[in-house]
Every structure is written in C-alpha cells, then in structure tokens.
C-alpha cells in the first residue's frame, strides 16, 4: 500500500501570545503543495517478528531522520495498532523528498500517510474526518496532511477549516539542506516579543479575499508569517534570500512554517522557471525547485 503525501506552506501563520503550559494559539492558512514523499506500508514477510514496525527511509541525506518512536509515521503506526487491535508487523518504507526541518511538515506528512495507508491496508473504513482526528493525536499538523488543498487551521493549526480559493498557483521553494528546530523558533519568537502586547491570532481578510478571487499578485503581498523574524533572527541569511526573490520579481515571499525553507509565489509557470533560474545564479540558495499548489492530501497510489 502506497501513499503519496505532500508537503505544505503557510500562507499566513499568526501566532499568538505564549500560554501557561508552554503552547501558543495560531491561526494559519494552509495550502498543500507538489512536493511528495511517498510512504509504503506493508506486511512483514516475518509475522512472528518481535518488533511491530520496521521503518526504512529512502533519501538523499537520511541522517538525522530518526527509525524509531522519535519518528512521527512509527507514533501513527502505534496509535493505529492499539485503536484497532491490529497485531501484524508492519515494513513502513518512506521515499523522502519533503525537505527534512525546513518548516513544510514532512515528519507530520509521514504521520499521515501512515495512517491512510493502514485503513486501506487492514480495511478499516475511516472517514477522512475520522482519520484527522487520529491524526491529530499525533502532531497538529497531520490533520492537514490528510485533508490537502488549502486550509485554514486554528487552536494549535489541528482544527481545520476548508478555505475556498480559485485558481492554480506556482510557487519556487529555496531549500535548505540544515534544517531549523520549531520549538527553538517559537522560543526565538517568544523572545524577540518579551515586553509587547500580543493579540489573538487572526487570518488575514485580505489574504482571504485574495484566494477567494484567485488573485495571485494581491495573495502575495498578503504574505504573513510570524515566525519569519525569529527565524531570519537564527538564520540571517534568510533574509538575503528573501530580497533577492523579491528582487527578481517574485509576487510575494515567505518563511514556510519554522523555516529555513523560503517559499516565492511567481506569476504563473514561465515566471516560476525565470526565478528558479535567477535564484540558482544569485549564488544565495543552493536548491531551489518549482511546485504548484493547492494539491490533494494523503493518497493512496498503489495497492
Ligand atoms: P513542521 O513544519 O511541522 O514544524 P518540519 O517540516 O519543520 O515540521 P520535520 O521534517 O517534520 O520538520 O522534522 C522535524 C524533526 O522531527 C526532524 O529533525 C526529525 O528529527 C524528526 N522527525 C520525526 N519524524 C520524522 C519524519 N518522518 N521525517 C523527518 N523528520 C522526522
């Protein structure tokens, strides 16, 4: 059973005052995008096998990707096997192309299609709804895993909205291949705001408006990240990366998520080509791809 899941960027991410038990309330716009890791889920050929789950990670720089319980597809497969009372071992195998820490959920993404994966493979049923809610046991980020397209996500980014928006849009993604931590960004933003006042979080009208009419020049100027000073703060180069995509003519730029990853929206195709060419020149970004957004969440490609 495969599972194909993709990656995301947030269009706006309003983060709100520190609480008591050490979380913040965000409000965040979602919209999956095509960058896919690809996430398998298989009986053993061992039924007798003393460990439930073997994870294998296929990428081009699998350090630091942990096999174990401190991987986020071994937690899902936990949880569904004890809600289901499932007992055969599993072989989860994740083609990894999501950019690992660099803000654009892949660890959650993987949570996702294992998930997914499992309901089909033992068929189980679920809805989608009731899939993100496991998910969401697992890390606020899964639920949108699950459900793709664009999305509005409040409390801790786990209570989704559907968002409407029209249109097809082309993005330029500049990775990074060393990651950023997101609690050590939180903590960066926490302090960077010692002393201020912060409101609730909000979505943005004016970034909704704009998707709603599918205007891709006013959603880019609409770009809002909160955690875009912590993380230029702990990442300064992100800030050169940023001018020089805007200098290039990109119709807005953002810090995805907790960065490092920079995501720049470009007019249509032929602009999203002519910015990967001038970013890739400027010297300041290693890897920079295309993607299109929004695209469907976890889906199974082949049984
Ligand atoms: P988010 O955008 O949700 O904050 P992220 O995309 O910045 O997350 P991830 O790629 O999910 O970050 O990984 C963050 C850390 O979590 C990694 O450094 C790694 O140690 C751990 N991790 C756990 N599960 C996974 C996974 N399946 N893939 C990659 N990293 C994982």
New binding site residues.
Partial sequence: MTVRVP??VNLQLSVGPLREDGYHDIATLFQAVSIF?DVRVALAEDRDRQDLFA?M?NADHPH???TDK??????AAELMFNRFQLDTPIDIT?E?R??????????????AGVIVAIDSLFSLGLSKSEMEELGAEI???VPFSIAGGTAVGTGRGEQLTPALARGEYSWVLALSSN????PAIYKECDRLREGMEISAPQVNESLMHALRSGDAKALGKSLQNDLQPAACSIRPALRLILDVGMDYGALGGIV????P?VAFLAEDEDHALDLVVALTSSGVVGNVVRATGPVVGATVIDR
Avoid at 179 to 182: I, M, Q
């Fill in positions: 990656g995301k890791d994870i990670i630091g990707i942990p401190g991987n986020l597809a071994y937690l994740i990894k999501i950019p690992v820490a660099g803000g654009m959920a892949g660890g959650s993404a993987n949570a890390g606020s980020d990651g950023l931590s997101t995805s998520g907790s960065g990853t």
